[in-house]
T-cell receptor
Framework: DGGITQSPKYLFRKEGQNVTLSCEQN?????MYWYRQDPGQGLRLIYY???????QKGDIAEGYSVSREKKESFPLTVTSAQKNPTAFYLC????????????FGEGSWLTVV | RKEVEQDPGPFNVPEGATVAFNCTYS??????FFWYRQDCRKEPKLLMS???SGNEDGRFTAQLNRASQYISLLIRDSKLSDSATYLC?????????FGAGTILRVKS
């Protein structure tokens, strides 16, 4: 089946630890994105990538890092510098940025304990 | 002005009712518009794109008003399964900006 796979679905992190969220797509899409959603709020863009080996900061990139070494993969690292990391993280992809709709993975729930 | 604004609701309607949501956007150069649906604790899913001439998909009708910079979603004959949060999405250059969503609750 074609789609976007995120893992893990649930993750608990101790304060001061870095964690990496995985995102893989087999839709042959050029563009990939990471969004964050807090309870009762809208989605906020963390990072996006239009092509392999290239990515841009979104609206809330501080405390996060990404890489795009393969077209299929766009992992997100939540570093210890992120002050309030507890949230729902959504990875998405699209054929290209801007004009086409984007398609989401099932999301990863990160909780800091 | 926010890039994309929606009435958060909730809109509480009986089954069979017609309900409409509006969404305003600030960038007059935006060219692409979408409505997504998000169920509780799930990922957003594309409901429909919004075309300049307006478009319909079954019970759902989307319209665009460029002059007033808003898009709308009309749901006819509401079903219990339509209960969800509806997200308005607008293209801003290389990215899509999501509204905070409108909550719809359909009751029997």
């Amino acid at each position: 089946d074609g789609g976007i796979t995120q893992s893990p679905k649930y993750l608990f992190r101790k304060e001061g630890q870095n964690v990496t969220l995985s995102c893989e797509q087999n839709l042959n899409h050029d563009a990939m994105y990471w969004y964050r959603q807090d309870p009762g709020q809208g989605l906020r863009l963390i990072y996006y990538s239009q092509i392999v080996n290239d990515f841009q900061k979104g609206d809330i990139a501080e405390g996060y890092s990404v890489s795009r070494e393969k077209k299929e993969s766009f992992p997100l690292t939540v570093t210890s510098a992120q002050k309030n990391p507890t949230a729902f993280y959504l990875c998405a992809s699209s054929p290209r940025t801007g004009e086409s709709p984007i398609y989401f993975g099932e999301g990863s729930w990160l909780t800091v304990v | 002005r926010k890039e994309v604004e929606q009435d958060p609701g909730p809109f509480n309607v009986p089954e069979g009712a017609t309900v409409a949501f509006n969404c305003t956007y600030s960038n007059s150069a935006s060219q692409s518009f979408f409505w997504y649906r998000q169920d509780c604790r799930k990922e957003p899913k594309l409901l429909m794109s919004v075309y300049s001439s307006g478009n319909e998909d079954g019970r759902f009708t989307a319209q665009l008003n460029r002059a007033s910079q808003y898009i709308s979603l009309l749901i006819r004959d509401s079903k219990l399964s339509d209960s969800a949060t509806y997200l308005c999405v607008v293209e801003y250059g290389n990215k899509l900006v999501f509204g905070a969503g409108t909550i719809l609750r359909v009751k029997s």
